[in-house]
């Protein structure tokens, strides 16, 4: 069973189910991934703590992260990208493996361009502060264009507080605009390092997505690739 | 936080979770419903357990139950109409509140309905078996009507087993069909008693849900009522 460190926010957590559930190729109740998933959204801000040294949710985040592992998950996923700035925190001592969204973003990213290829991030202030796509992405081989201030102020950071309180129509036309503007300064490819980012701006028509990761669905894919080789691993354990 | 016993089927726990969230007032994470979900559809096929004296699944759904209970869980609730039949085998011994999905989807169609209407059922064949809605609708001077045997098999099953697949495009039209079945019956008020039925009517246009009491939905509402209820409860007594 795969722990889902989740409510960051409740939104974004229902949709990574939603990607989990199609990912999954089933034909009824019993073949899709078992799930056990903390939809607790009291933990301290993330933003805030990074940005304004206000309350850690680290100690949050690990009561969280022991619940789950001994209510019985094998392993964990967090769909939330700025929480990943306490991702080592969270792994040391970890007993179930516990991958990074980070990286399985930026993978993502690297399987669909070239070497020295510029990718654009949407992505909260505080993930673009922490600098947690900018290793990852450099680790890779590629060049990071981070939005302007005046596109954060405007349109990406509005965007995802809409999503965040349920106004999905308005989120989208903000989001968008996000995006064309990442794409219109140079970006290659976008990625949505926010999971409120995929959610706005699939309440817009367009082709937007096409040209963007989401790492949602990115976090949704290894999620059920994960949980079929621990499948096929307890197979041949019981074998 | 409230625990949910979910995973049948998983897309109905990812709709139900989509409903909680909406019919929740918030402008922003912290101010959401706590949840913990179960979504680990390994639990024995309900039907098959009713109708031909399969597996129980009640081992699992206790099992499952105190899990929750003992991760934190201040009371559950289980989206899925046709697991009630053990509804009160669950009942037992639970140190917190759990409602019923039965009683909550009854009286939301006993509210928009005067004494002795005609209630339609959309639900599996195990549940109008078992005879889940029977009681609580006579209890409250209401009617029922089934839908035929022929209505079960070419409609209104099939779009549940679509559902479960995820093929949404095919399960609309065959449950649009059910449900206009149910009214030409002379229903006054059709009452979605499986998980699986909204989502495949929220698929096709037309106005067929506003003759609906979608069970998911009511019971997302009553989620968020006793989450705050609860929480009124926890300031009073820390007053």
Known sequence: ???????MGPLATADFLHKVIAATPAEDDEQHVPLL??????????PAA??????SPLPRLLEIRDRLIQAGATALVMPCNTAHHWHSDLQRGCTVPFPSLIDIACDAA???????ACIGLVATRATLAAGLFDAALAARGRRVLRPTDAT???A???AIAHVKAGRLAQAGPLMAQAVQGLLDH??????????????AL??????LQGQCVDSTLALAEATVRLWQQSAAGSALRGA
């Open 1 to 7: 069973m795969i722990g889902v460190i989740g409510g």
């Open 50 to 55: 990074i940005l304004q040294g206000g309350e």
């Open 186 to 199: 140079g970006a290659d490819l976008v990625v949505l390092a926010c999971t409120e980012a995929p959610i």
């Open 110 to 116: 690297a399987a669909r361009t070239t070497e020295s």
């Open 202 to 207: 699939a309440a817009v028509p367009g082709d």
């Open 37 to 46: 998933i903390s939809n607790d959204p009291r933990i301290p801000r993330r």
């Open 152 to 154: 954060l102020d405007t």
């Open 156 to 158: 990406m950071l509005p």
